[in-house]
């Protein structure tokens, strides 16, 4: 069963604009983590964050996580055309031997 | 130069066949995991494999098999059982520590359709 789910399912923003994308989950977690996948590619890590940080900052993103309300947030700051890419968040639930991957959110960059 | 081969980039099943996708890295991690993914949606959880000569069952197994002879080595077959393998299948590994997963690695992917 996918443990995060992300919202919006899709977003189109102008290049040079902020992009925010969320993402809940339903159990606890050690940690949750953001991946980026372009169209027919794998996925490239960006950001993990653990349950004990609010917020982390990797260049121009920005993750915060609010454990209270099994929620996470990643911000991408003025965007470009290579942003352009489907964003996944995943949590590794009450164990350390898989993580669970959501749906993610189709980010579209418009020049 | 390290990272994760998969190969072939794309595949064709008949049907009752059986079908092999490669997995090779070279990052000497000790994990290694199979995904299938369907399109719009996200990753699923085929096998994973935690060290040499072991591995478990992931959340959608039926109709899949794995070995892991090698540490660099992580073939997945789809068999002649698995009656919807059209998919795009990805290899990943990590290290292994505690407190949590730590980051995997991707490889490019293998589509699979049939014939």
């Known amino acids: 069963s996918q443990q995060g789910e992300e919202d919006p399912q899709a977003l189109s923003i102008q290049e040079g604009e902020n992009a925010t994308m969320n993402c809940s989950y339903k159990t606890s977690i050690n940690n949750l983590q953001w991946y980026r996948q372009n169209s027919g590619r794998g996925l490239v890590h960006l950001i993990l964050?653990?349950?004990?940080?609010r917020e982390k900052h990797s260049g121009r993103l920005r993750v915060t996580l609010d454990t209270s309300k099994k929620s996470s947030s990643l911000l991408i700051t003025a965007s470009r055309a290579a942003d352009t890419a489907s964003y996944f968040c995943?949590?590794?639930?009450?164990?350390?031997?898989?993580?669970?991957f959501g749906a993610g959110t189709t980010v579209t960059v418009r020049a | 130069d390290g990272g994760i081969t998969q190969s072939p980039k794309y595949l064709f099943r008949k049907e009752g066949q059986n079908v092999t996708l490669s997995c090779e890295q070279n990052l000497n991690h000790d994990a290694m995991y199979w995904y299938r993914q369907d399109p719009g949606q996200g990753l699923r959880l085929i096998y994973y494999s935690q060290i040499v000569n072991d591995f478990q069952k992931g959340d959608i197994a039926e109709g899949y098999s794995v070995s892991r002879e090698k540490k660099e080595s992580f073939p997945l077959t789809v068999t002649s059982a698995q009656k919807n393998p059209t998919a795009f299948y990805l290899c990943?590994?990590?290290?292994?520590?505690?407190?949590?997963?730590?980051?995997?690695?991707f490889g490019d992917g293998t589509r699979l359709s049939i014939l």
């Open positions: 995943a949590t590794d639930g009450s164990n350390d031997y898989k993580l669970s």
């Open positions: 990943a590994s990590s290290i292994r520590t505690g407190g949590g997963l730590q980051p995997q690695h």
């Open positions: 964050i653990r349950s004990n940080e």
